[in-house]
Nanobody
Framework: QVQLVESGGGLVQPGDSLRLSCGMS????????VAWFRQAPGKEREEVSC????????SYADSVKGRFTISRDNTKNTVYLQMNSLKPEDTAVYSC???????????????WGQGTQVTVSS
């Protein structure tokens, strides 16, 4: 069974940076695509970024392009989300998710982490 565990959230000020980690256990990360989602109170869940396990391609929501960077280290079974120039509107619970093995970004995400809180406030 695939398990995903997020870490790295916290309280930061506007303009600060954070790096979130999504650790996968149960199976090798190598051929899994992984996406980061976020959900703020009263808002719909938004896909922030995804990195393909098929071809390594990355995608970003317009709201985070140029500020967030997704990456993966298959040797550590971990996907990272580097978040720079954070804004108050980035405040949300961030979760990572994966579709089944050999499936690409955008397909049905069946494995989810529990989420980590990111709060951007002065």
């Amino acid at each position: 069974q695939v398990q995903l565990v997020e870490s790295g959230g916290g309280l930061v000020q506007p303009g600060d940076s954070l790096r979130l980690s999504c650790g996968m256990s149960g199976f090798p990360l190598l051929y899994y695509s992984v996406a980061w989602f976020r959900q703020a109170p009263g808002k719909e869940r938004e896909e922030v970024s995804c990195i393909s396990g098929i071809n390594g391609r990355t995608s970003y929501a317009d709201s985070v392009k140029g500020r967030f960077t997704i990456s993966r280290d298959n040797t550590k079974n971990t996907v990272y989300l580097q978040m720079n120039s954070l804004k108050p509107e980035d405040t949300a619970v961030y979760s990572c998710a994966a579709p089944g093995e050999y499936k690409d970004c955008g397909q049905t995400y069946v494995f989810w982490g529990q989420g980590t809180q990111v709060t951007v406030s002065s």
